[in-house]
């Protein structure tokens, strides 16, 4: 907050408030409030020069990608507003919803909190790069599909990911076991039980083909 | 059908449930809806998704302050910055304006009501600014040198304290709403302050009661406490519970031509273009509005959310489509919450478990805007749910300067359950009645009735009740008997428990439209304004027509998603109105898109309509004969012109459709059609919720090990999706009971919990690996489907099931709020009275 001057209060106040105590209490409750939650850079030159924009190469899909990043770019940001892949949603930035997992060397990450620089030479798959070619489902996907698994799906391409890379470890998980693989993703329209359907139906699909 | 049946002789016992399905081609059947592969591709685009040449992005600023004042704001060294396009300041938000409803009704400006920046913020998180810059980093920069000089004011956050006399208010002109003449007219703030006498029951532990300005009853309220065997008087708090939407509330906006576009997640497609107009003060006309998926809604976006005028207004300002992305926190503080309610419940009970009396005494917390606290909704769904032959309401509706409330998933219905059900566990313990039997002894049947009377004397009722077959087959399905019959009880420090609650809420609306456009290609093109909040309701109620129809699904599309599109008018999906309500208008199109094929086969065939049949995307002559193929038809009614493509319209449609029928004019046959099916009484649905729970007594940790919610919501339309509505609200419930809610500095004013790991929403290993859901299927007999909604029924089932499971496994003296978590178990325990306090808000 920009600086303010003494506030006068007024006479009526039941509980005076100096701006100097009001600032203590916001320190002692921890809420900041300020813009600094989301920040998004102009693609391309348009705005200022941050520095450290490199050109990098990244395996995502399949394909190596060319992108310019920034030092402290996250991948998220990367996939969704240089790369065009949407698919990737961000529901808190933080690494506490899981809507923005993609598969990294396999492994399920949350892309809100991996730097871009980190990842190159590692095949990034998001939930763009699940489906054949010929655009036939991946039979995670399929399972979804079959089960009419989720609601408004915001969360949908991070379960699925996430789903996918637990499957990779443990390809015959109880229902238990693949809800423990499914822990880091939130949904909030609560759809779990259906969600589980889906998943065990594709771990079946998987392991029959 | 409703009108050959006559209503008031509805015996609800003879009702028996029957298979999905029956006796229809698609509706009850599950099938991959139209949207399921763009979701699980990434294909589908929500608001962020979407991107514009040369798009700018705004950050907001919110008040770091509960209460305050806007003195100045200095921002030129901000604009002064490379990047920096401009500022919004809230002298540039359109003010209150009249408008006129769906109706053509004129709703007075209300002068209390929220505009998107506040210039005199009324809660911690409220915005006041808005930056627009090529990107957000460079408005983050520019908010640094932003120079805001604030005036703080007094400010209230809890709603009992804000009654304690010498305390302060919400706002100036007081801190409470009333109405005018008790039920009509737009409510107004007052000073209300309690006696000190009035607060001397806080000190044996139970909520205070003074003056309360809303107030209704019926029947022999003391008559029935005199004759009660049994009399609890309870205090309980339900929490604020925010609807945490897993998309936040972003924007994007561009103008065209004098065109407003605006991409937004929303629960009626249809409904927010007038929401957008009334906020910016233009014609519907004007505004084009895509919404093709939203992540999440919960009441929180029934008509998008106020703060999307800010991109669309700094998109005016500078030329340029501007985007606003809504971060978690600022999502915790504008994107709305349930209002907590305290009450005071006295219940009689007769020596069976029969209510005899309820005096029911709530103070509600409406929040910084508006007067919706829940407690009128409250009052009338506990006496709908248990029937009491006598009740008293009383309701005070508090204004506190925390983030504004909205309805959410039951709004009042989920709040009286949580109160109303752990009275009823405990009566029934006392009683010695099985809490079932309780349930059934208490249960609405048939067209029941609730409510105060009204001036007629006359109280509402509903259209039908089949709650107590769903109580007896699910106490069956839960095996409640042999469950309860189980023992031991406890193993080593583990204790079960079992809970059984009822639920309900409203389950529909009436007089909507549907449109559909037959194509020259033989197509059947549904125009559905509906929101997509993955319910499915978008797609499941036109299953309705394609069944009247007599056509396969494939052979329909269903439009959505883009109101330049034309759709008809449509009911907002709030209120679980929307299977109902938008079953009917898809029911009644589809019979007139059959009419006029029909027509035009005799036009161009000869001989009279009635000798016509339409199946499997002909129309025919009865008993065989020549007959036109819909696309034959499509390309005759564009010829005969007229109501038959378009060019006239069906008179009894809304202002609305018939605008959408002259946009599409010439492009098929174009039929549109007014829910016009008769209707008696008010559309609820129920469910009958039982879970079981394990805790550990030397943790206080628990798990819920298995639920199940049983439904009366008439014709199940979609299993799969009826599935996914009922557990998912029960869960969304059920996070009431476990572990969300608000916490709020009470010095300060401000929000300590705002995002999802200090307010978690129940994640996969809250629940039970299975939780499990069935339906009666029973349709209701007022509505031609006979689907009614089920988004909103659980929530409070839900909830109750599991606060009632607790007190089986851990006796009566544990809880007197919601939720409990493991501290709350383990320090009531070792104290033998519950040892949060019920009172105090947001702790």
Redesign the interface.
Known sequence: MPEMEEPKTSESQAQQITRRRFILGVIAGGAVVSAASYKILAPGGRGRTWGGERLITLNVNGKPRRVEAMKQETLAWTLRYKLGLTGTKLGCDRAECGSCTVLIDDVPYYSCSVLTNTVRGRKVVTIEGLAADDGKLHPVQQAVVDEQGFQCAFCMPGFVMSAVGYLKKNPNPTREEMAQGLSGNLCRCQDYTKILDAMMRGAETMRRA | MAETEPVDVLKAENEKPRQFGTGYKLIGK?Y??ND??A????????A??FRAEGML?C???????PHARVKSIRAEKALAM??VKAILTPAEVPGHADYINDNGTRIKADKWSELALADEPMY??EPILA?A????????EA????????????FATDPLESLRP???NAREEGNVWVRPDSSRGPEKLAVLKWTEEDFAAEKEGRMPMGHAPDEWSYGDVDGGFKNAALVLDETFLTPDVSH?????RTTMAYWQNGKLFLYTGTQSTFQTVAAIARWMHMDEDKIVFISE????G?GSKITGALTLVIPALLSKKLNAPVMM?V????EHFIGRARPGIRARTKIGFAKDGRITAVDMFLVSDAGSYGSGGDGGSCGSIASLLYQPPAMRWRNVTMATNTPPRSAQSAPGGMQAIAIMEPILAKAARQLGVDQVALRRANCPEGKAEYGPPNREGRRAYVTSCFLKQALDLGAEQFKWRERVAQQPKRVGSKVRGLGVALSCFHGGSTGFDGLIVITPQGRVQIQSGIGN????ALIDVHRAAAEVLDVPWDACDIVWGDTSKHFPYTCASGGSQTVHAMTRAAHAVGLECVQRLKEVAAKTLGGQPDGYEVANLRVFRKGGGPGLSFAEAARQAIKLGGIYDGHDVNPDVNKATKQSVAALAGQGLVASAKDKYPHDGDSYSYLACFAEVETDVETGVYRIVDYLGYADVGTVL?P??L???I???S??GI?HAIGQKWVI?P??G???A????QN??????D?P????WNALNIPDPETPVGARGCGEPPVGGGCASILNALSDALGDNIFQRAPVNADTILTSLEAGRPMQDPLIAHI
């Open positions: 599950d991959p809806t399921l592969v979701k699980v591709t990434g294909r589908a685009k929500y962020e998704d992005f950050r907001l600023v919110l008040s770091p302050m490379p990047g911690q998180g930056v810059a090529v990107d957000e980093l460079t408005c983050a908010i640094e040198k932003i120079e805001i000089e604030m005036e703080p004011l007094p010498g305390s302060s945490q939407c897993l998309e936040p998926y939203t992540g999440g919960f992305r971060s978690r926190e600022e909040l993955g319910t499915e979609h799969a999706a599935g996914g509505q557990l998912g609200r869960t969304l996070g500095d010095q300060y401000v929000t300590v705002e995002r999802f790991y978690k929403p129940p994640t996969i290993l629940v690996v299975n939780m499990k």
